[in-house]
């Protein structure tokens, strides 16, 4: 009984903030401003500027997930073959710029990236041609990585933590040199790892309009950005929610795709 | 006398300015199984993790087969291991493990297919190949662990304490199946273990090791009965080792009283140590006894008694099938050859020092 007395606090949380919410959402995106049941605020996604957001926002956030996954999985084996006390030197390092705030990080891109901004003004200085990737996809998937590389770092790191060195040295025994051993056991072993990394990179990514709105200039329009826009600047909560239920299910069916991939079944959804 | 198939020269290592393995010197014969006997910290798995090829030595050469290998990577030796806790590849199932080795060196299927049945009869687990490392014991696992190492067909077999995870019963049974194992597959075995009884089980020689020294190669009886220090004698089965002094040829004094023995050559009024195993405490009436004392323990061990005896100052630890109560007085007797002298360390240091054959 008294467990069950200290998940009060969660519940109470829980049935407010989220399952509220998601209720409102639900009941928003089902009917039109009269209050009548339709669909039509989900099947506003396959009007051409929806979609097109849409699939903005998943071409972005997969490549920002690759570029990702490629920095992090070696960054996750070096942190692993040090030392202990150096590592977690390394791992503060990294997790760093996580203890500040989000939203500072970013905007502090954008002055650095801004036509006469800081990095170009360096690069004028040394008589080179200024960079112009800001207010591009390029600036927005820079902004991705930079805020959720650490997001991908750590789950493969934990993982490639926990194997047993035994386990590859008996590879090495058994014959398998450097590069066999990587790929026919440790990338094996490692997928849990990465599995959750990508979900937890590739989700924010998917739905952010921060991101987009700071360092793509009102230019790059994503699915994140439409939603955001119906609920501040058109005040259509019916369109915003209907929208927003399409992305909840696209993010759910590939999440299930993932784990019906990963046999171990270990993905860790965050 | 076989042909030596590795031998180590000269080995020293040290981790972190501690030095592990101090000048080792030690030659392994063909088809010999080799235990390196120790506790832990002795230096006996820095010794097998070199010879696999995990570790590389400061200093010294290992020859294997007439090849200097000290430089090689572990994938390119002709030897395998068995991990400490089997280290099975935990996706892969039975099959695949044990096909692993065989897969990267591109054998035909049908050959790897022929092996993986053949490995598996002899390790006694047929049927097995679809099963997945964690849904088996622990024993099943050191097995497949084994016939992972063998479908290579390796020269010598490394195992590093491969039974310490195991219970006792089952610890036993892999011992007999382990002997069998290397009688039918005619390979080298070298074998780490702390524990004495499992050395004395299945070797045919026994190193003891302590401190990165070599303190006693020979075979199981005569490290048993001839232990050449106390370290030796202490750690190999239990002992009474008592200072004494040895009279003249055959002749030792223990604790005030004179003992016959059939040691020569320590030279006269010289200080010795000397082992007597509990097992060759013979326990008389007073009048018949060489010492007199009391008997003040007795604790029942199933295949025996085990007694302590107080006698001349020195608590005596005897093992016998007779019961005698605490209280009883009682003679002490020792048969001749049962007395076993060793010469005295002269410092804390020589105790420690390398004796090799």
Request: net charge negative; glycine share 6%.
């Amino acid at each position: 009984m008294s467990k069950k007395l200290l998940s009060v606090p969660y519940l109470f949380w829980s049935a407010l903030f989220i399952i509220v919410p998601l209720l409102m959402v639900f009941y928003y995106g089902l009917t039109d401003k009269s209050g009548a049941f339709t669909l039509a605020n989900i099947a506003a996604i396959a009007s051409p500027e929806h979609s097109k957001a849409l699939w903005a926002a998943v071409r972005l956030s997969l490549i920002s997930t690759v570029i990702c996954l490629l920095l992090a999985y070696p960054l996750a084996m070096i942190l692993c073959n040090m030392k202990v006390n150096h590592s977690s030197f390394t791992v503060v390092i990294f997790i760093l710029p996580m203890w500040m705030n989000f939203l500072l990080r970013t905007l502090a891109w954008q002055s650095l990236l801004e036509k006469t901004g800081v990095i170009n003004s360096i690069l004028g200085a040394l008589h080179l041609p200024p960079l112009q990737i800001i207010n591009t996809s390029n600036a927005v998937i820079l902004g991705m990585v930079y805020n959720f590389l650490p997001f991908m770092v750590l789950p493969i790191y934990n993982v490639l933590v926990k194997i047993d060195a035994n386990i590859t040295n008996a590879a090495r025994d058994l014959g398998a040199n450097e590069v066999q051993t990587f790929f026919k056991v440790i990338l094996p072993l490692s997928v849990p790892g990465m599995i959750s990394g990508i979900t937890m990179v590739f989700v924010p990514a998917l739905t952010t309009f921060v991101i987009s709105n700071i360092l793509g200039g009102g230019k790059i329009l994503l699915i994140g950005n439409v939603i955001e826009q119906e609920f501040t600047q058109a005040y259509n909560w019916n369109l915003g929610s209907g929208l927003s239920i399409v992305l909840m299910l696209f993010i759910i069916f590939n999440m299930v795709i993932t784990a019906v991939t990963d046999k171990d079944g270990e993905v860790s959804i965050l | 006398m076989k042909d030596v198939l590795v031998d180590l020269n000269n080995i020293s290592k040290s981790f972190d300015g501690h030095l592990v393995l101090d000048e080792l010197n030690l030659y392994v014969r063909e088809n010999e199984f080799l235990t390196l006997l120790g506790p832990s910290g002795c230096g006996k798995t820095t010794t097998l993790r070199i010879l696999g090829g995990f570790e590389k030595p400061d200093k010294g050469q290992v020859i294997f087969s007439g090849k200097d290998i000290t430089n090689l990577p572990p994938n390119k030796r002709q030897l395998n291991t068995v991990f400490q806790k089997y280290a099975l590849f935990p996706h892969m199932n039975v099959a695949e493990n044990i096909a692993f080795g065989l897969k990267i060196k591109n054998k035909p299927k049908s050959y790897i297919d022929d092996k993986i049945k053949y490995a598996l009869k002899l390790v006694n687990l047929d049927g097995y190949e679809k099963r997945m490392p964690d849904s088996l014991s622990g024993g099943q696992q050191q097995r497949i662990a084994i016939a992972r190492a063998i479908v290579n067909e390796p020269k010598l077999l490394l195992l590093d304490e491969p039974l310490g995870a195991l219970d006792l019963k089952l610890r036993q049974d892999m011992q007999y199946e382990l002997i069998r194992l290397k009688n039918e597959l005619g390979i080298t075995f070298i074998y780490v273990t702390h524990d004495q009884e499992e050395a004395l089980t299945m070797s045919d020689t026994i190193v003891v090791m302590n401190q990165g020294y070599i303190q006693q190669i020979g075979s199981p009886e005569r490290i048993y009965n001839e232990p050449e220090n106390a370290f030796v004698a202490d750690f190999i089965g239990d002992s009474n080792i008592i200072s004494s002094t040895m009279i003249e040829d055959r002749l030792v004094e223990i604790l005030g009283a004179r003992f016959a023995c059939v040691d020569e050559g320590f030279g006269t009024n010289q200080p010795v140590d000397v082992v007597i195993r509990p097992e060759d405490v013979e326990l008389v009436s007073p009048a018949e006894g060489t010492i007199q004392g009391r008997v003040t323990h007795l604790i029942f061990k199933g295949v025996h008694y085990e007694m302590e005896v107080m006698a001349n100052g020195f608590e005596w630890l005897v093992h016998s099938t007779r019961m005698v109560t605490p209280g009883t007085e009682v003679g002490i007797k020792v048969d001749p050859f049962n007395i076993q002298i060793m010469k005295k360390p002269e410092s804390e240091d020589e105790e420690a020092v390398g004796v090799n054959e």
